[in-house]
């Protein structure tokens, strides 16, 4: 089964410095058939002003995995790490037994994020960070490992949850699979460019909330950018 949901549907609020789409109850926006999909807790898509971003602040017990569509996001933590993700690249935080960090948009242009939010595997652990570039060349025309907590996933970003973040660019025309499992759930986004997912037609921004489909195909109606979340 897979449920369109439709960009201009989602939750959100535009905060002049801070235009935040939410795929999922978050903030003040709240739907009760819309609270989390498995394990998976938030998808925000946010737009950051220039010289603008979210400053000091707590969490705990949370995955965040930040995938940067448009400019550059930068980091700081109360660990002591610093750090700018540009656009393609994929930062995440595990927050553990507790950490403050800021983002903030430090270019001269919008900066685009997808914000994913995963309930971890287990809780209390050490708090951590990480970022990695992941080229748009290595994903043409298939599905590349972003981040993941499964073993013998490689050089992806590693989480600690039963999840696995993917990603793939694809020319109009092209297609690619992916072998979700028919127990496991899935939510794909387009970052840009219409696809059909199973035959199902998504535009650029729409969620697709998938279960029980053990294959998705997905195929390019014009160049596309994919960002699919396999949950538990």
């Known amino acids: 089964m897979i449920e369109r949901r439709p960009f201009e549907s989602l939750g959100g609020a535009n905060h002049g410095w801070l235009n935040a789409k939410h795929h999922f109850s978050f903030a003040n926006y709240y739907d009760p ?57 994929v930062q995440v935080m595990s927050a553990g037994t507790g950490i403050r960090h800021a983002e903030y948009n430090a270019e001269p242009i919008l900066t685009r994020i997808f914000q994913i939010w995963i309930e971890p595997t287990k809780r209390g652990e050490a708090p951590a960070w990480g970022a990695k570039p992941f080229p748009k060349g290595d994903r043409a025309g298939q599905f590349v490992v972003l981040a993941s907590g499964f073993e013998g996933d490689g050089d992806a970003l590693p989480i600690r949850t039963d999840a696995r973040i993917v990603g793939a660019t694809l020319k109009a025309g092209e297609s690619a699979v992916y072998p979700l499992g028919a127990t496991r759930r899935g939510y794909l986004v387009p970052a840009i460019g219409e696809v059909e997912v199973n035959g199902v037609r998504l535009n650029a921004r729409d969620g697709a909330a998938i279960s029980n489909e053990a294959t998705i195909t997905v195929t390019a109606v014009n160049d596309a950018e994919i960002v699919l979340v396999d949950a538990a």
């Open 33 to 89: 058939a819309r609270m989390s999909w498995g394990n998976l807790r938030v998808w925000n898509d946010d737009e950051i002003a220039a010289g603008s971003g979210f400053p000091p602040h707590p969490h705990s017990d949370m995955e965040i995995i930040t995938y940067v569509r448009e400019g550059a996001i930068t980091h700081e933590d109360s660990l002591g790490n610093k750090g700018r993700t540009e656009a393609g690249d």
